[in-house]
Structure formats: C-alpha cells, structure tokens
C-alpha cells in the first residue's frame, strides 16, 4: 500500500505542477522514459557538433569563424548540462556513452545529413537549431528539475544560435548570384530534415501520450511542427528564397500554414542507421573516445599518484 | 616594406596558424571537458589573431582588410614560425606544442604589453589575461602526460623530441625586429630564451621528462620557407574566399 502513497504524491505534484526532484520517488516508467529522453538530448548535442565542425576550419571570414567556433563549443556545453541531468537519474558517463557507442541509444536523425556547403551551416544554426529551440523552450518547463533546469541555462544560449544561422543565410541571400542559389540549395536540404526534428505524427507517436501525461512534454510533436512552419515561411520570404515544398499555403481558417508531411519512411531509415553519415557520425564519436583512452588514463594515474602523496 | 606591419603580422600568424590547427580538435577532444577546454584557447589564440591582422591591415594602409590577409595570401606570404604549423598528431603532441608556445608567449607579450606601441601594448596586455590561463592547463596536462602511465609518458617524450628541433626560432632577431627594439616598439626575445628554457627544463623534469640533448634547430618561417604542413592548412582555410573572390561572408 505503501507504493500508492508515493505515487499518489508523485501524481499530486505534477497536478500541481511541482518539479519532481532527483531524490523524489518516481515511477520506474517516468525514469525509464527520462533516462532515454534526456541522454538522447544529450547525445544529440554531442554529436550535433560533427556536422557544423565540418566547416570550423573551412569558415570564411575571421568572424565567421569565430562565432562558429564558439557556437560549436556551446553545444558541447549543453551535453555537459544534460550528460549531468542523466546522471542524476541513476546511470553513469561511462554507461551513457557506451549507450551511444554501442548504437543503443539514439540522437537526433537531423545529425546523419552531411554539410556539403557554407550555406549548411547558416541552414543549421536557422532552421535546426530554430527547431530545437521550440522543443527546448517547452522543456523548461518539464515536470523534471534537473531537466528543466538545464533546459534554462541551454535556451539562453540558443537563440544566439539561430541568430548566427540566420545572419549567414542573409549575407548568402543578399550576396552574389551563387551565393544566393547556395543557400537555395541548403534550405531545399534542410527543410524536410529539420521537420522530421518534432517527430512522428502524434497518432503514430509512441511515447508521446506517457510524456504528455507525466508533462515531460507539453506540446505535442504536430503542434510544434505547426508553429515552426508558421514562424519560419516569412524568414524565408524575407530571404527571397522559397520552401521547397509544393503544398505549402496560407490557411486563414486556422490562422496557419497547410504544408506537406516529411517523407517519414525516409525518417525511418535515418533513425535505424541508414541515413547519409550515420555511419561516418557514430565512427567519429568512437574514434574520439578510443583515441582519448590513454589521455583519461593518464589523468586517472596522475591524481591517483598526487592523491597517494598527498596521504602519505 | 614597413616594419611596424611585417612585425605585427608576423605575431598574427603565429596565433592565426596555431588556432586554426586547435580548432581542428574541436568535437574530436579526448573528453568532453576537455574538448571544451581546448576550444577555449582555440577561441582566445582566434581573438588574438583577430586583432593583430585588423591592425596589421590598418598600419599597412593599402586598403586590405584582416580577412584579405588571413584568406588571400599564400604559403611564402605567411610568416609564422614553424612550430604552430606542425600537425596536432596525439594530444601529447597537441600539449607539447602547446606548452612551448604558451610559455613563450607569456614573456612574450608581457614584455610587449610594455610596447610604446599603444595597439600592441593593448593586445598584449588583453592577450596575457587569456595566455597565464593557457599556460595552467597545458603545463598541468604535461605533468599528468609525464608522470602519468608509461604510454602517455612515451608519447609525450616522443612529441618533446621532436618538436624540440623548432623552438630555437621562437628567439630569432632580424633587422626588423632590431629595429623595432631601438624604437621601443618589439622585445628582444633573444633575451628571453634563458628564462623560456629554464622553465620548460623544470616543467619537463617535474614531469619526469627529458630535455633533448641535440641543439639543432630548424628556421625559415619569417621568411616563408615553411614545412610542407602549412600550404595544406592554408588551402583548406581559404578554399571558400579563393572559390567566391567577388563575394562578402
Ligand atoms: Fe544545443
Ligand atoms: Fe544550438
Ligand atoms: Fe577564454
């Protein structure tokens, strides 16, 4: 009986829209569903630093350069938070990135594309991590504490990101004439990616009824699918570039966009290991970690030595 | 050509060069703080970089910008010295390199931040904020190399060796730079060369490494006669301005 007493608190709390704490008692399920959501975030972080780092050393002005340089650190930043909100929840680094290693654990599909021009990177940072903010943005309030609170720290950061995304489309846009078709050419990548980011329809969701129930998540996968299109076609239009995407009109009867649907086969194919650079982004990650075996051992056997001395 | 800009340049491509071969690391680092940490002097050695083109463009006067400098000259054009061009290798070779330079560049621009020169005294006395940091983490990752596991003081002894044979450039003085000198302006760095070598001879020996005893040293970078290193890092540095000449970033 004892059980129903926690999870009659637990319920409580979230009715009243209280944090759940790390030494709170929680559901198996709700920890279960936070572990795998929140390293997933965390991963993606992590790996989300491949594809713009792709282009740190090839940036083209000094500036450029630095601000990517420094919005790619940022994002290693936010894995840290996230690496360390997962570990509250009861698992370790080292488990964490094994997960990742091992393929068990997923990260975001928008990673598995390749960046093959300047443009992709002014793409990213305006459509993907436009994207990931409106997630985010809602996380913040996520019924977690841990979670919610470096969702906080990583959303004030965020909205730098776009921007630096978005002044390189503009530069390309209002640029020379192969300029502007690069960053044409980007969005017309991008854009269906970036879609699938909100995930699968919500009738074919499978944890989004848990997570909305235990308000991890507060808005639904196609509700913020919507509101990224809405906020997004007059950022295009204002670029004097288009979206490639044949269906997309006004509706004023819902005071929104009609758009087409990503094409959730190819989704599918990304997230079980066939997209573009699964392969090669999984490969750099463990490539890292093997080849930073001996540097962690030899901090690991240099503070054991300065601890044995400072004891002895 | 006037000494003023080739001497400013000189201490741009240094930073310039040595920051686009650590921001090669970045997402690749051993550890994820670590990985942070390393981008951190990448962005500072940037910012450094930064500011001595601007004003090495600015005293040169002949319209060119920082970016024209850093993206549109070539190999022989560039005039670093040697060491900041060589490839990152392991992260022992990365920290060694590190470690040369940091402490260089400690005395370096605390002297220079002495400059009658205004601009350069500033730079300086900003860029020894962010290098006394730089010089913490790399000599505390040469000690933990060193005096850590027998791999890692291999490979760190190794990268000694041989990078030992490009740090006598760092203490060459030419006709520029002696001139500036009387102007008040540059630093002797032939004068630093014994305070330099007495603290990586104690870094390396708390560090239970050897100094190497060969005393040959390569030069040629202020005069553009690099290794064959750079003009791979330059092309892939400037490949996007030299395909788009006509066109703003
Ligand atoms: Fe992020
Ligand atoms: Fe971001
Ligand atoms: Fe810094």
């Known amino acids: ?312 | 050509m006037n000494n003023l800009f080739v001497y400013t340049l000189r201490l741009a491509d240094n930073s310039l060069v040595l920051a686009q071969r650590l921001s090669e690391w970045t997402g690749h680092g051993p550890f994820l703080e670590e990985d942070l940490a390393l981008t951190n002097v990448a962005l500072d050695t940037f910012g450094t970089a930064t500011s001595l083109l601007e004003y090495a463009a600015q005293v040169e006067g002949k319209g060119r910008s920082a970016d024209d400098l850093a993206y549109f000259r070539h190999e022989r054009e560039y005039t670093n010295v040697l060491l900041v061009e060589q490839p990152n290798g392991d992260y022992a070779k990365t920290i060694i390199r590190q470690a040369f330079v940091d402490h260089f560049n400690l005395l370096l621009y605390t002297e220079l931040a002495k400059s009658k020169d205004e601009t350069i005294a500033g730079i300086a006395q900003k860029a020894i904020k962010e290098v006394t940091y730089h010089v913490r983490h790399s000599s505390s990752w040469v000690l933990r190399f060193g005096d850590g596991t027998e791999e890692s003081h291999n490979r760190a002894q190794e990268a000694v060796n041989e990078l030992w044979r490009f740090t006598g450039e760092l203490f060459e003085m030419d006709e520029v730079e002696n001139n500036l000198v009387k102007e008040g302006i540059s630093v002797n760095t032939s004068l630093l060369k014994e305070k330099w070598e007495k603290q990586i001879t104690d870094l390396l020996t708390k560090a239970t490494l050897k100094k190497p005893e060969s005393s040959f040293m390569q030069s040629g970078g202020r005069k553009g006669m690099h290794t064959e290193h750079l003009g791979y890092l330059l092309s892939e540095m400037q490949t996007v301005p030299r395909m788009y000449p006509n066109a703003k970033w």
């Open chain 1, 1 to 312: 009986m004892e059980n129903k007493t926690y999870e009659d608190l637990f319920e409580a709390k979230l009715a009243k829209n209280e944090m759940i704490e790390p030494k709170d008692w929680m559901p198996e399920n709700y920890r279960k569903h936070l572990i795998r959501q929140v390293s997933q975030h965390a991963h993606s972080e992590i790996v989300g630093m491949l594809p713009e780092g792709n282009w740190i050393t090839r940036a083209p002005s000094l500036r450029a350069k630095k601000v990517l340089l420094a919005k790619v650190q940022d994002e290693g930043g936010h894995g840290l938070y996230l690496y360390t909100a997962a570990e509250t929840l009861g698992i370790s680094r080292d488990e964490l990135l094994d997960n990742l290693h091992t393929g068990k654990a997923k990260y975001s599909s928008i990673f598995n594309y390749p960046t093959l021009t300047w443009a992709d990177i002014g793409a990213i940072g305006w459509l993907v991590d436009g994207a990931a903010i409106m997630n985010q943005v809602m996380l913040q309030r996520t019924s977690y504490g841990p979670y919610a609170r470096a969702m906080v720290r990583i959303c004030k950061e965020e909205s730098f990101h776009q921007r630096q995304g978005y002044e390189i489309m503009t530069h390309l846009a209002f640029g020379t004439p192969e300029q502007k078709a690069m960053a044409q050419d980007a969005i017309n990548r991008w854009w269906f990616p970036t879609m699938m980011m909100f995930g699968p329809p919500d009738a074919e969701s499978p944890n989004s009824e848990n997570a909305m129930k235990w308000r991890i998540k507060r808005e639904t996968n196609d509700q913020l699918r919507q509101r990224f299109v809405n906020q997004t076609v007059p950022q295009v239009e204002y670029l004097g570039l288009t979206v490639p995407d044949p269906n997309l009109k006004w509706n004023e009867a819902k005071k929104g966009y009609d758009f087409s649907e990503p094409d959730w086969t190819e989704f599918k194919n990304v997230i079980s290991g066939n997209g573009p650079c699964n392969k090669e982004r999984l490969g750099a990650r463990v490539k890292a970690h093997k080849d930073g075996a001996w540097v962690r051992e030899a901090a690991a056997a240099y503070a054991k030595k300065q601890n044995q001395s400072i004891a002895a």
